[in-house]
């Protein structure tokens, strides 16, 4: 969080603060920057990332144009529940959404993993149990919506047409609190789905989850 209360300077110098504006300004600096390096590693879009500095942007217009901060409560708690919808919207389709974040070429080993499916005749179970993650994924995506709205809702007092300051303030205070209150629980919650998604393919394919991990038989022969 930046700090944005003035700063004493040396031997009674008049108090110095970059100010509302700027520091709001270089905040937005630092996802737009990392969403740039991302593309140029590995020159492909990633949605996600996409959708992270356009919030991120959404929500830094909204306190430089020193709208009502509601609109950011509703942003942050609107955001993840359209993701469950657009997840959910997928379940049917040939190839989920779900399947394409959980079960992509760099984590999960796909030849393997069809082939075990093939020989197990279970080819076929594996679109039901991505409508059930994909619910799942849903029901998890309201979850952190209700805490994003609770959070934000408790922080953002402020009207920053009367107090500019507090109100940036009280956004950076938003931002830090996000991660331990909120993205903790969803990593957790999202591994424990990870997990779970493993072990049922492992019980449709007949091989061990671990075993479907990409990279994984390769990590234990060099260990061996």
Known sequence: MLKLSPIPGAEGSPFYAIGPTWAVVLALLFPIGFGIHDYLQKRKVNIFSVLGILLVLLKGTI?????????????????????GIVTLSTAWLKKPLI??????????????????????????????????????????????GFLNFALANHILQSDPKIDEVSAVQE?????????PVIGIPYMVLSIGLLVYT???????????ALHLMHGYEEAIEEKA
């Open 63 to 83: 306190l430089l144009l020193k709208a009502n901060t509601q609109l950011i409560v509703w942003i942050e708690s609107g955001m993840p529940v359209l993701v």
């Open 171 to 179: 956004y950076g205070k938003l931002q830090v609190l996000q991660f």
């Open 198 to 208: 493993l072990r049922k393919l492992g019980k449709l394919s007949g091989i061990p």
């Open 99 to 144: 399947q394409r974040i959980l079960l992509n070429p760099q984590v999960i080993d796909q030849p393997k993993l069809e082939m075990g499916l093939k020989e197990n005749e279970n080819t076929g179970r594996v679109r039901p149990l991505m409508v059930e993650v994909s619910v799942i994924y849903a029901l998890l995506s309201v979850f952190v």
